[in-house]
Nanobody, 113 residues
Framework: QVQLVESGGGLVQPGGSLRLSCAAS????????MDWYRQAPGNRREMVAR???????TYADSVKGRFTISRDNAKNTVSLQMNSLRPEDTAVYYC???????WGKGTLVTVSS
């Protein structure tokens, strides 16, 4: 059974930083690309960042230069370092296995003063 468990969300002030992590189990982690998505209230779920098996990364324009995705195949984890956070980054952030549709339950990030 595939499980994706996100952690690291919370409340942060504008300009602050958070690091999200996603622990995967039940899959051959190193064989899959991994994504971070987010969904704000009233909005559609959108892709934030992607990392391939070869560690090529892709980012949404809205987070380029501020967010960094990385993976640790030895620990079956994918992380999202988020810097210079803005109120519009407030959302539930989800971990996703690219191409096969597995999702975590999400972790809430709130950016507010």
């Amino acid at each position: 059974q595939v499980q994706l468990v996100e952690s690291g969300g919370g409340l942060v002030q504008p300009g602050g930083s958070l690091r999200l992590s996603c622990a995967a189990s039940g899959i051959s982690f190193s064989r899959y690309g991994m994504d971070w998505y987010r969904q704000a209230p009233g909005n559609r779920r959108e892709m934030v960042a992607r990392i391939t098996t070869g560690e090529t990364t892709t980012y949404a324009d809205s987070v380029k230069g501020r967010f960094t995705i990385s993976r640790d195949n030895a620990k079956n984890t994918v992380s999202l370092q988020m810097n210079s956070l803005r109120p519009e980054d407030t959302a539930v952030y989800y971990c996703h296995v690219y191409g096969v549709g597995y999702w975590g339950k999400g972790t809430l990030v709130t950016v507010s003063s």
